[in-house]
């Protein structure tokens, strides 16, 4: 009966099927362990896709913290990039000021 919204709440917020799948599975596990703390008078599809939602909160946020890209060189080697080597655009700055000031202080 409660599948399919599960699912479909799920897979909306992770966009992936598999992920989707998990969460459900998930869901419906942490609402039977906590039977007891559900509140009669209260609706229980609510209940449950309050908890489909907080899993899938909490997953996406663990993602996004456990994530960083890294790049990969011919030989599929990992490496992290260099966080002391110089920034891009900060570069080609330093360097046409230097090329500036060489023109201004050349004698012609």
């Not at 992936?16 to 609706?43: G, I, M, W």
């Not at 456990?66 to 080609?92: H, K, N, V």
Request: aromatic share 10%.
């Amino acid at each position: 009966m409660y599948q399919k919204p599960v699912y479909n709440l799920c897979y909306r917020m992770l966009g992936e099927p598999e992920s989707a799948e998990d969460a459900a599975q998930e869901t419906f596990l942490k609402a039977y362990q906590n039977l007891a703390r559900y509140d009669v008078e209260r609706s229980f599809a609510t209940w449950l896709l309050s908890i489909a939602a907080h899993h899938c909160i909490d997953k996406q946020r663990r993602k996004r913290f456990s994530s960083f890209s890294i790049d990969e060189d011919e030989e599929g080697q990992t490496e992290l990039p260099d966080r002391s080597a110089p920034d891009p655009e900060t570069e080609a700055v330093r360097q046409q000021n230097q090329g500036i000031l060489a023109r201004l202080f050349t004698i012609p």
